[in-house]
């Protein structure tokens, strides 16, 4: 079989195209693109085209299959779409950095309050009120737990992410961890009542379990390869919104900052419920366009998307 690889402007990339053998898979074609212009198979994005000004999404190539199953009919030739994602890192990797520079940088303001000193305060003895040790090991507790549950929980689709990515989403984290830090470990800190700290950090940890068991029923969603796309997530809140995980976690962030009541934190819990919510739609759009009760499919049941009565 002979496929010809093109641009996105109809520009053949591989002089002459790419001989294959009959059985070939779209595997086995991303390793000859890579041997012949030395983009990994990560970073290749393989689809087939489309005509000029349709509106139709273009069908993805799926490395595991046959290319014969591209081919419809003519199984001598193929025509692919070829696009560079640019350099990519494995989802792991990617979560792995944003949540580990929070779980290091927190604690060096409390740990070692002379880093004040640079913001014009004077390296006095510093005692802590309980509400910024608390704190300090919820915090820790709260990343902690994303990393092990990135590496022994999720079971993502996606292999890779942009390496772009990376430094988008650490700046995010590593700034919001430094700016909470130095608030809620500052100096003149002043601490909220001995109840309101003990409602927030209690009402904070039920969220994590719950959200850890929200994590708990996604994973079981698919097989120990990754496979089974996206199902109806069903139990416990998943019976009430489409995005529990992300209710959980918004309210687990409210939970802190009832505890801890600092402008910072409040600001992070906005910035997260805005990013949450609209991901949370795009999710709730998704599932109800896969189970839309056509063809013997089940209608998606949720109503709500992540907090009723308002989404
Ligand atoms: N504070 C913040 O700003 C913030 C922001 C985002 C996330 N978080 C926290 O990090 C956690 C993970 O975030 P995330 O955005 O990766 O969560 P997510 O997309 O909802 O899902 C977590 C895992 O479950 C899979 N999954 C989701 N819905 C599924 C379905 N219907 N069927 C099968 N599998 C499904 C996902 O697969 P895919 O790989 O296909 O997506 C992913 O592997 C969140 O739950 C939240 O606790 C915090």
Redesign the pocket.
Known sequence: MKVTLVSRSGREIVKGGIELGDSATVADLQEAIHKRIKKHPSRQRLTLPVQPGSKEKPVVLNYKKSLNDYTSGNSETLTVQFKDLGPQVS?RTLFFFEYLGPLLLYPIFYYYPAVYKYFGYKDEHVIHHPVQTYAMYYWCFHYAK?IL?TFFV?????ATSPLSNVFRNCA?YWTFGCYIAYYVNHPLYTPVSDLQMKIGFGFGILCQVS?FY??II??N??GPAGE??????RGFLFNIVT?A??T??IYQ?LGFNIATQTIAGYVFVA??TF??TN?ALA?HRR?KKLFDGKEGRPRYPRRWVILPPFL
């Open positions: 989802y994303r549950e999720h079971r993502f689709s996606h995010y959200n929200c994590h996604l994973r969603l698919r089974g796309g996206y199902q109806i997530p995005c995980n992300y959980t976690e962030w910035v997260a990013i949450m991901w999710k599932l």
